[in-house]
């Protein structure tokens, strides 16, 4: 039996590429009748219920995070990190699994420490086009690398060890759950089944399972001249849906009672994104790497607001967005320039343009590695049996 470690950050950017991974790992396993188990160590947040419901028994380990600037919370941090690696030498001894699969993050890095130390063959993936903390320190001990975005690698040309970490460092892209891309459906019969006009262009705002607020108030705040021309599906995220619900009320309640029909709140995509991603003629969204590469699989054009700089870690989404924007499928709107006037400017432009639009969505088919994930499992069983 393949004992198979999986480790990374308790965030949808790391829990769902290993989610992706697992799945695909099952359907070779099967195929192939080899016998798999899994297990996660790490410090999976409020994602335990994910992991569990996919098979993966879970092993909670303290969580420290280093910042990369002057915080006394990293003297804090300090004595959890030693005990967060002790629980991993002690959890990953008893496991001993055939190989660890790690996607970097919070808790990961203790984890990749213990499995070197046993001589366990260890797979690091790094989502973003510039790698995390616990990735940079996790790279040395690696086996083999994944990246998903080519700028990656000026990274290695720029670290100590390069040339060896370039070795077996290999673009891949991004993991993406087999549940969005199995039989999606034809545009048209999408927004049939989702009950959206046809001959309206639909707007998809994606604003991650937990929202982002700035997002959602500003598209509440324009939904009045929206309705007039588009649909609008908007994800809430699910703290926030009640709230938006009613702040989105009380912004329509002049509207004509059609045009409100236009706009339609859901809190959070589950089983159904594929058939949003697949009715959409234009998304909205913030710009972690799992975003751009579900947006880039259905080749769908893409306004990117990425999380500001004092937010995201080391900028990473407004780098991932001007990453994937330099390929012409996306647009760029940073959150300060986040206002009605440039917001309409853009989409009209984009809608006004079949050209333009067609030419977005074929870039975003250009960029997108649908094959990700089939890769990776597959490198998971053969590095697991040498």
């Avoid at 335990?48 to 879970?58: D, E, K, M, S, W």
Wanted: some cysteine; glycine content about 6%.
């Amino acid at each position: 039996m393949l004992r198979i470690l999986f480790t990374g950050g308790g965030t949808g950017g790391h829990i769902y590429p290993i989610l992706a991974v697992a799945e695909e790992l099952k359907n070779i396993a099967y195929q192939k009748g080899i016998k798999i188990k899994f297990r996660y160590i790490g410090a999976p947040e409020n994602y335990r219920y994910f992991l569990a419901t996919n098979g993966i028994l879970v092993s909670r380990i303290f969580s420290a995070k280093w910042r990369r600037y002057f915080d006394i919370r990293n003297l804090l941090d300090i004595p959890l990190f030693i005990l967060s690696i002790i629980q991993a030498f002690w959890k990953v001894f008893f496991y001993m699994p055939n190989i660890l699969f790690s996607k970097g993050g919070t808790g990961s890095f203790p984890v990749v420490l213990a499995c070197w130390f046993y001589r366990i063959p260890i797979i690091v993936h790094e989502s973003d086009s510039v790698p995390g903390r616990a990735n940079e320190l996790s790279f040395k001990y690696a086996y083999k690398i994944g990246i998903s975005f080519k700028s990656t690698v000026e990274y290695f040309k720029n670290s100590e060890n390069g040339e060896k970490l370039a070795e077996k460092t290999a673009l891949i892209g991004n993991p993406i759950r087999l549940l969005l891309l199995d039989k999606p459906l034809e545009q048209m019969m999408a927004k049939k089944v989702l009950g959206i006009n046809p001959e309206k262009k639909l707007i998809l705002i994606i604003g991650g399972s937990q929202g982002a607020a700035k997002i959602n108030d500003f598209f509440i705040e324009i939904a009045p001249e929206l309705i007039k021309e588009y649909a609008i599906l908007h994800q809430t995220g699910i703290k926030n849906f009640e709230e938006i619900r009613i702040d989105l009320n009380s912004a329509l309640k002049t509207s004509a009672q059609d045009e409100r029909l236009n706009y339609r709140l859901v809190p959070y995509f589950e089983k159904d994104l594929s058939d949003a991603y697949s009715a959409a003629d234009l998304i909205i969204s913030r710009s972690g790497s799992s975003s751009i590469f579900e947006i880039a699989a259905f080749g769908k054009p893409a306004i990117l607001i990425p999380l500001p700089e004092n937010v995201a870690a080391n900028d990473h989404q407004r780098k991932n967005a001007y990453e994937y924007a330099k390929t012409g499928a996306a647009i760029i709107i940073e959150e300060d320039n986040l206002n009605k006037g440039i917001f309409m400017t853009q989409i009209k432009k984009i809608f006004g343009s079949p050209d333009d639009l067609d030419l977005m969505s074929k870039s975003a088919k250009s960029f997108s590695k649908t094959d990700a994930t089939k890769k990776i499992a597959e490198e998971i069983i053969k590095s697991a049996n040498t």
